[in-house]
């Protein structure tokens, strides 16, 4: 049930990510590792054109799924606009009753004091959405929180695998992981994980 009018692109997206996102260099990740290449996931996730077809392919694959889940999201900042545009085309092709949530780094020691926000609750079926997955470490941190909120992980996915151990590490967990393209998509060779 794909929404009207509205496809996923691939090559489209690589293109996109080519143009805004993909920058070579000396660059230290989120994880720790050096590396000679740097994805600014925001730099497509928060553009329109981005957005759309960000939103398509995730919802693409959701949909192909036994079991459509309650909510996505993720680690904030980077799975915010990926959330928001999941939910948003979910809603557009019909399925608005897909909610968002987003996992703080840090509680706020004020109001609720969650680590999850959002409209979802015990019990629920999640799906966790990330831009680049290089190790797995943030979505590893994201799921700690979200099962200690009582909900069900059911899988990770995410833009980009950088194929540097990220899926081995959600598999030996027990989580699914897919991503809409890896960095071999890009003619990028992958290191030893």
Known sequence: MQNQGVRYDKEAL???IREKS?????????SGKKA????DGKQVT???AGAMLIGQGILDLLLGEERFPDAVGGMSVGAD???AAVITMAAVG????LKGFLVRKQSKGHGTDQYVEGPVRAGD???????VVTTGGSSLQAIERIEAAGMVVDGVIAIIDRM????QAFEQRGYRFRSLLTIQDFGITPPEA
Do not use: C, M, Q, W
């Not at 993909?22 to 989120?30: R, S, T, Y």
């Open 14 to 16: 690589k293109a996109l």
């Open 22 to 30: 993909l920058k070579f260099g000396d660059f230290i990740l989120a």
């Open 36 to 39: 000679k290449y740097y994805l």
């Open 46 to 48: 928060l553009s329109a």
């Open 81 to 83: 606009p990926i959330t």
């Open 94 to 97: 019909g399925r608005g009753n």
């Open 125 to 131: 079926h999640v799906v966790v959405v990330e831009d």
């Open 164 to 167: 540097e151990g990220g899926r």
